[in-house]
């Protein structure tokens, strides 16, 4: 059983900057894969970046340049650093975390991010 708290979400300015987090607890497997979602009104929720254990990474193209996903594995804490925001990233964004031993990968409540233009 794992549970993912997000925070860090809010209103910013277009070319501004904002850092997500989400903090993980529970019964969390070693080697487990967590990644950014997000979804806007009336769209799919789409992977927007993920990271493994070891540090690889993957994001969208359309954060490509901008946003850094990391983590503190000591925390069980995922980040996502957005640079240079833009108003098409408006959208609430979602926590993953997920690992082969999970019938099922586990997600967050979800945090609203909006960028004014």
């Known amino acids: 059983q794992v549970q993912l708290v997000e925070s860090g979400g809010g209103l910013v300015q277009a070319g501004g900057s904002l850092r997500l987090s989400c903090a993980a607890s529970?019964?969390?497997?070693?080697?487990?894969?967590m990644a950014w979602y997000r979804q806007a009104p009336g769209s799919q929720r789409e992977l927007v970046a993920r990271i493994t254990s070891g540090g690889s990474t993957n994001y969208a193209d359309s954060v490509k340049g901008r946003f850094t996903i990391s983590r503190d594995n000591a925390k069980n804490t995922v980040y996502l650093q957005m640079n240079s925001l833009q108003s098409e990233d408006t959208a609430v964004y979602y926590c993953?975390?997920?690992?082969?031993?999970?019938?099922?990968?586990?997600w967050g409540q979800g945090t609203q991010v909006t960028v004014s233009s």
């Open positions: 529970g019964t969390i497997l070693s080697n487990s894969r």
């Open positions: 993953n975390l997920d690992h082969p031993g999970y019938l099922s990968s586990y």
